[in-house]
T-cell receptor, first 117, second 113 residues
């Protein structure tokens, strides 16, 4: 149980275009989803937190107009990288947390490798 | 906000030896401390976690200790095996409505056969 999927697993796009990444909780309802970015040989950096039906909360330094997050249902959150540039190339990972009060665990998706040329 | 430091950045041990990774956190309100193992190009996997009302937790070869006063927590792996080789991350969370995690910088563990 507690499976999180991401699509696509990798994507290559041209500079200036937009890319959408989907994060789905397959067997549980995710009240909260998180988006992380991980550059090579670095740690996971939290970009934003999203709760179903409300606006995402972005971490300091993350441009909310560039990284659009939508959490329209309890099983789906999307991250759109708008006007992507080579410096946006990274590994993007989502995680999801269920609604049960006692559980603190986050379930991670497999990640999406974005390459901007 | 919370800041998590992790040491060492790389650790090489012989198979069968123990490995210890240490983290410190800054926010005394943090009360949940998970550890993750990440293999190259894959998702982080939770290997053990501890809450602030417990000082130690063990699961087979893996143990975590927490010193709330010093704001330190450590991962201990005994009888290391080559398949333990990976990057390990600690994290801290203050809980609340979102329960967001702040990650340490990671430790690359290499277990030499």
């Amino acid at each position: 149980g507690a499976v999180v999927s991401q699509h696509p697993s990798w994507v290559i796009c041209k500079s200036g275009t937009s890319v959408k990444i989907e994060c789905r909780s397959l067997d549980f309802q995710a009240t909260t989803m998180f988006w992380y970015r991980q550059f090579p040989k670095q740690s996971l950096m939290l970009m934003a937190t999203s709760n179903e039906g409300s606006k995402a909360t972005y971490e300091q330094g993350v441009e909310k107009d560039k990284f659009l997050i939508n959490h329209a249902s309890l099983t789906l959150s999307t991250l759109t990288v708008t006007s992507a540039h080579p410096e946006d190339s990274s590994f993007y990972i989502c995680s999801a947390r269920g609604g049960t009060g006692g559980s603190r665990e986050q379930y991670f998706g497999p990640g999406t490798r974005l390459t901007v040329t | 906000g919370e800041n998590v430091e992790q040491h060492p950045s790389t650790l090489s041990v012989q198979e069968g030896d123990s490995a210890v990774i240490k983290c410190t956190y800054s926010d005394s309100a943090s009360n949940y401390f998970p550890w993750y193992k990440q293999e190259l190009g894959k998702r982080p996997q939770l290997i053990i976690d501890i809450r602030s009302n417990v000082g130690e937790k063990k699961d087979q070869r893996i143990a975590v200790t927490l010193n709330k006063t010093a704001k330190h927590f450590s991962l201990h792996i005994t009888e290391t095996q080559p398949e333990d080789s990976a990057v390990y991350f600690c994290a801290a969370s203050t809980g609340g409505a979102t329960n967001k995690l702040i990650f340490g910088t990671g430790t690359l563990l290499a277990v030499q056969p």
